[in-house]
């Protein structure tokens, strides 16, 4: 891989995270509120009445709104971490965002700023993996230019920044594999802890790091000992950071957290997903569900660079497997091949539930990047001739371009719909065979179009029973007083039904009357409004 002067690396790198900033402030407002936002949010306000009661009753009971906020064992989403959700809630007081619309756009700032330091842990792993800063930043602008990735990145709570706490702790856990400390321990266990205070899937953490620190003490016999006392700090710090951030677990530690474990494999309701054009029930996806789906949603050039990794680390590894594993970069690649493969594996076995195609996983996506940067470093590789060598790294480094300025261009032409994307596969055969827009993002666009085009006081809105929430939560970005003519009823009684046909993904019979109003996004439609006469 081509070096740049080491002049060049903080202004490069300054200049790139100053443009991800700016790019979060400049478009933060233009998301829709997602399907999960209002729960997610309601989830960290029952947490924060729970947590005031325990530890300020007397204030707490002062409190007037706490009377309309359920408590602890009313809260039907119980088992997701809220380490996130609670400070999120605070801020909201803080910085007085009492009006929904100054609510979401609150978050949604705070959640990519969240998502852009995870980006940067990205950055260190890779530059330390690599052992420079150039393929630190273009693992970064691989990162950063993965569309749906960006768009999710603004409202998506539960994935995006888990994929934040768990790349940071994949950082601090190598820099703990390197040189032991005690500081370093805390600091692992702090990130390992959000971790699983976001997804109870954080506990993948806990297994890479005693695993691969007893396969360090075994390859350098030397740091046995303060490693194992790392360790050995690591694992009650971790426990107690669990705790401490997700009040559900305080009165039954243990119990809760096995109860929310085995919540992510037996999900509460029967829902259907569209995959490869049928309706299938979540309890029945076939293997292939979640490969399939990282597939269709990854840019092809990235693909073909993890290809070309794997292929690389597998020849690397099948020569001489031994000598690898002494060496601390086979050890370092072994950890991302396990951070990657383990989850998918783990999932297809166990039959877990997933759904919105492969959101649940995103987490293994750093990695999915840290094998494509590998496959680059190994084009430069002189294996195979010095004339093919040289085209090899021409093809790579066109491919690495060509793929950044495409994903680039796919942004900024869908945006903000970027959550639609599918790399190869042409519109109508993406909308006849997968979900679509499964967040509900556009249904804030389709409001605003009607509001936009009917000037009565009050305006009927409706939509399919179960696709309901999608209507609510994108109303809240309305202003006030567009907010105030809109009113949302059944579908039966609305003068204007909207949908994003989730559930519904075939076409609408005559009598909801002609649509007036429909979103495109490459050729996928996702959103389309009809007008009764």
Same mark, same amino acid.
């Given at each position: ?5 080491d ?14 900033t700016?790019?979060g402030?400049a ?7 997602s399907?999960?936002?209002?729960l ?8 924060v009445?729970?947590v ?17 906020i ?9 088992d997701h ?11 909201e ?6 009006d929904p619309?100054a ?7 705070v ?16 530059? #330390?993996?690599? @052992? ?9 602008? $691989? +990162?950063?230019l993965?569309p749906? /990735? =960006? %768009?999710?990145?603004f409202?998506?709570?539960k994935d ?6 768990f790349?940071?702790?994949i ?9 032991p400390?005690?500081?370093r321990a805390l600091t692992?266990? #702090?990130?390992? @802890? ?7 899937m954080?506990? $993948? +953490?806990v297994?890479?790091?005693? /695993? =691969? %620190?007893a ?33 559900y ?5 243990? @119990?809760?957290f096995?109860a929310?474990f ?12 569209q ?27 990235y ?10 680390l ?5 020569r ?7 060496t601390?970069t086979?050890?370092?690649?072994l950890l ?15 039959h ?6 492969w ?7 750093p ?24 085209w090899?790294r ?36 993406a ?16 409001l ?5 085009h ?5 305006v009927?809105?409706g ?10 939560n994108?109303?809240?970005?309305l ?16 003068r204007?039904?909207?949908?994003t046909?989730?559930?519904?993904p ?12 429909c ?15």
């Open positions: 891989m081509p070096l740049l002067p002049s060049l690396r903080r202004p490069l790198v300054l200049a790139f995270f100053a443009v991800v700016l790019l402030l478009l933060h407002r233009d998301y829709g509120v399907w999960d936002e209002q997610d949010r309601l989830n960290g306000i029952i947490s009445k729970y005031a009661l325990r530890l300020a009753p007397a204030l707490a009971r002062r409190q007037e709104s706490f009377a309309a359920p408590d602890m064992s009313q809260n039907e989403d119980v971490g809220v380490i996130f959700q609670m400070p999120l809630v605070v801020l007081k803080l910085v007085g965002a009492d619309r609510v979401y756009f609150l978050r949604h700032l959640t990519f700023f969240t998502v852009t330091a995870g980006l940067y842990a990205f950055y260190r792993l890779a530059r #330390l993996r690599f @052992g420079s800063w150039v393929p630190g930043l273009l693992g970064a602008a $691989l +990162l950063l993965s749906r /990735f =960006f %768009a999710e990145a409202y998506n709570y995006l920044v888990f994929l934040a706490f790349t940071g702790a950082y601090t856990l190598s820099r703990l594999l390197r040189r400390s005690p500081g692992h266990a #702090l990130l390992t @802890g959000a971790a699983l205070d976001v997804r109870t954080g506990v $993948l +953490l297994a890479f790091t005693v /695993f =691969f %620190a396969l360090e003490m075994v390859y350098r016999p030397a740091i046995r000992q303060s490693l194992l006392r790392a360790v050995l700090l690591y694992v009650p710090v971790t426990a107690a950071v669990v705790v401490a951030g997700w009040p677990l305080w009165e039954n530690p243990v @119990g809760h096995l929310a085995q919540s992510f494999s037996r999900y509460r309701s029967d829902m259907l997903v995959y490869w054009g049928q309706q299938i029930s979540v309890r029945d996806l076939p293997w292939h569900y979640a490969p399939v789906w990282l597939l269709i949603t990854t840019p092809v050039p693909t073909l660079l993890f290809l070309g990794g794997v292929g690389s597998g020849l690397t590894a099948a001489r497997p031994g000598a690898w594993l002494r601390r086979g050890r370092q690649d991302v091949a396990v951070w990657f493969f383990a989850p998918l594996a783990a999932i297809i076995g166990l877990s539930v997933l759904y919105d195609g959101r649940h996983l995103y987490f293994i996506y990695a999915f990047l840290l094998l494509a940067l590998r496959g680059v470093a190994a084009s430069g590789a002189d294996r195979v001739g010095s004339g093919a060598a040289r090899l021409v093809a790579v480094q066109l491919l690495v371009v060509g793929g950044l300025l495409h994903s680039t261009y796919r942004i900024g032409r869908d945006h903000p719909y970027q959550n639609v994307y599918f790399s190869f596969l042409p519109g109508p055969v909308e006849r065979l997968f979900e679509r827009d499964y967040w509900g993002l556009s249904g804030r666009r389709g605003e179009w009607i509001l936009a009917d000037p009565s006081a009050r009927l809105v939509t399919d029973a179960r696709a309901s929430l999608v209507l609510h994108n109303h809240l970005l202003p006030p007083a567009e907010r105030a003519r809109l009113v949302l009823t059944t579908g039966a009684r609305a204007y039904f909207l949908t046909y989730r559930w519904h075939g076409s609408y019979p005559a009598s909801y009357g002609p649509e007036v109003y979103i495109r996004v490459n050729g996928v439609k996702i959103l389309s409004v009809f007008r009764r006469p």
